[in-house]
């Protein structure tokens, strides 16, 4: 295909290259789960249901010391332009293992010894970057739950297109840009949950992309955050990406 910036700067999707796509979360969506999140990320639309803490099945999987976090991520059949087999692939058995690390250090998993935490992943709709957006939902689908946590956890992309460095990646930018780098963070303690890249950058471009999905996740925070207060408190604080 073309070029995915053109001459003004603007990419296919007429964003700026720092310019996160519109987002939207609400929570408690599902009424059966003990917790649920909804999240929309540009065209991404991916619903997270949380079960738990619950007894361990087969009983022998129990952990004597804390809980066992049990994650699944899975793409509908009508999420991508072509059908999907709805059997689980590689890469959804991969991301599910890379989900469970990134939220796991949020959680005080050692206040429920011998009990399992189940969260479902749900992508409706994929629009590329669809980790991240699942984690940011699955993150406050636990806080929904009650789940006792040190700090939510925020995702967000960043990578190179067309040779130049931009945030929040969609389904296009991801499959015919040059790199992909997505982040997960928990702000309050700075620390970083999830870092993979797929792709090529030099130093000065990894330093940039990295400070970019820094930022990125800074602002989604806002919007998760609010999402909590509006839900419990039915008040709620201008977001960064409002305000933008």
Known sequence: MGRLINES???????????????????????????????????NKVVVAVYGPKEVHPRHMALPDRAVLRCRYHMSPFSTDTRKNPAPSRREIEISKVIREALEPS??????????????????????????????????ALADAGINMRDLVVGCSAGKVDGVVVLDLNDTEDKEG???????IMPNLNQVTLLQMDGML???????????????????????RNALLTKYFGTSQPSQVEEE
């Not at 720092?18 to 909804?38: C, F, H, M, Q, T």
């Not at 010894?113 to 406050?140: C, K, M, N, W």
């Not at 400070?211 to 998760?224: H, N, P, S, W």
């Open 9 to 43: 700067g603007l990419r296919v999707d007429g964003r700026r290259p720092d310019e996160l796509r519109p987002i939207k979360v609400e929570i408690g969506v599902l009424k059966n789960a003990d917790g649920s999140a909804y999240i929309e990320l540009g065209k």
């Open 178 to 184: 040059e790199a992909d780098l997505p982040v997960s």
């Open 107 to 140: 959680l005080m998993l050692s206040d429920y010894p011998r009990t399992a935490i189940h969260v479902y992943l749900e992508v409706l709709q994929s629009d590329g970057s669809s980790r991240v957006a699942g984690i940011s939902a699955a993150s406050v």
């Open 202 to 224: 030099s130093s000065e471009e990894f330093s940039k992309a990295f400070e970019m999905a820094l930022t990125g996740c800074r602002k989604i925070y806002e919007v998760q």
